[in-house]
């Protein structure tokens, strides 16, 4: 099957076309066909697109919403200079998956949309406001663009950490504020956390039951999962994604009481606080250069610039005490599992987030870590050392389809 794989924004839309089926997800033999992404929609929008095998095309064009930006990777899918293998049409399209940010108390698995579907991930819009309109919006414009009849399947950020135990997912509030308003740790990069601990299983062999990890979701969003006997009991992001580990705009964990002080004394509002704690903060706040790590390791490197070795060192210091909360959490991990654009990429980060944790069982290989390559999947921890670690780059677009395809064929959830 040739599954549209569908990840809209506000004003972008990423999309891949993934061949998969249950033989070819058994045999792990699914292949990316084409991808790609549209930016700026709305306005002169951004097109990068890259059929496997071809050169890529960039180009701009100007796209008024997200059904134009479909229609639009329609004429590319059938433009004969960018042919993908076995797709003439529309109809070589046999279903489409949607990354959907929240599915609320709801949705604990995938699931086949359909307009009850819709009006429960309406009903999530309150929890996450700007990233589930967006993925309605893209819904809405494949059933216009697609026809009816294709299949649609929403898997969710928060799916996988639906497993939280009460303990975990409850804020020390008022309970009524959880009876009243759903007030609580929602948990996201769930896609991420659930493929990485799937790919360990897979290159150790363990069973579902048996995987006892803490994983480490590094990007410009970050977030850390517990991971015991094979479900997710605990994560850094909360309520919303700001909680957690500092990011690269985003504060992560802070007193609540820091917003009340800052109204009286800036005068600021709510909401400016809110933009300032989401957009102006973390590694970018602390640098006052930049929220991209490359960036800030280069500075640090090239000129030793004080406030950029600051958010380097309050990055891994974050990390390092989630990953020592969890240890506790799960009555000591098998491994510690990085992943995503920072966790794959910075042997650098790494090195400084394992740094000091042999007391717990963690010493890194700084000679395997130094040359774990790009995009691919390692063990990066001494011989020796109790807890592994693990370089494992992520792949939520393989989940989604492989999600979709179980879904459609109506086949139980292998990972
Ligand atoms: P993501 O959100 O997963 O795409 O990750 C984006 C983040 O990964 C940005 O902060 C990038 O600077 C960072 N990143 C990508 N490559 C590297 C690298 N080689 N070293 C350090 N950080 C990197």
Redesign the pocket.
């Known amino acids: 099957m040739n599954i549209f794989v569908l990840n809209c924004g506000s004003s972008t839309l990423k999309f891949r076309i993934i061949e998969t089926d249950l033989d070819l997800i058994e045999q792990h033999a699914d292949r990316t066909l084409a991808m790609g992404v549209i930016e700026r929609i709305g306005s002169q929008a951004l097109i990068s697109y890259q059929v496997e095998g071809k050169a890529a095309l960039k180009e701009a064009t100007p796209l008024r919403d997200h059904k134009a930006a479909l229609n639009y990777v329609l004429k590319l899918l059938t433009n004969p200079d960018y042919e993908v293998p076995g797709i003439k049409g529309l109809e070589d399209i046999h279903a489409i998956g949607h990354r959907v940010v929240h599915g609320g108390e709801r949705f604990k698995s995938s699931i086949r949309v359909d307009d009850e579907v819709i009006r429960g991930i309406e009903d999530c819009i309150e929890l996450a406001p700007l990233h589930n309109p967006a993925n309605i919006k893209g819904i809405y414009a494949a059933r216009e663009v697609f026809g009816s009849t294709t299949p649609q399947v929403a898997v969710f950020d928060t799916a996988f950490h639906s497993t939280l135990p009460e303990t975990a997912y409850l804020y020390g509030i008022p309970y009524q504020m959880y009876r009243r308003y759903k007030i609580r740790k929602y948990g996201f990069h769930g896609t991420s956390h659930r493929y990485i601990s799937y790919r360990y299983r897979d290159l150790t062999g363990k069973a579902r039951e048996d995987t006892n990890i803490i994983t480490l979701?590094?990007?410009?969003?970050s977030s850390a999962c517990a991971i015991k006997q094979g479900d997710s009991i605990d994560t850094s992001m909360g309520f919303t994604p700001l909680e957690g580990l500092m990011m690269?705009t985003r504060c992560g964990d802070i007193d609540p009481t820091v917003i009340e002080f800052l109204s009286h004394k800036e005068g600021a509002t709510i909401d400016e606080i809110f933009a300032m704690l989401n957009k102006r903060s973390g590694v970018l706040g602390i640098s006052g250069l930049t929220?991209?790590?490359?960036?800030?390791?280069d500075e640090v490197d090239e000129f030793n610039d004080r406030r950029a070795q600051l958010a380097l060192d309050m990055f891994c210091i974050r990390a390092k005490k989630y990953i020592g909360a969890y240890m506790a959490a799960i009555n000591g991990a098998d491994a510690v599992c990085f992943s995503?654009?920072?966790g794959?990429?910075?042997p650098?980060?790494r090195s400084k987030i394992c740094e000091g944790m042999d007391h717990i069982g963690i010493e890194i290989d700084e000679e395997k870590n130094n040359i774990a390559v790009?995009g691919s999947e390692m063990m990066i921890s001494t011989h020796n050392s109790k807890v592994k670690v693990f370089v494992i780059p992520?792949n939520e677009e393989l989940i989604l389809a492989r999600d979709t395809v179980r879904v459609v064929l109506n086949a139980p959830r292998r990972n």
């Open positions: 979701h590094l990007g410009n969003g690269g929220n991209d790590m490359r960036d800030l390791i995503a654009g920072i794959e990429n910075s650098k980060i790009q992520t």
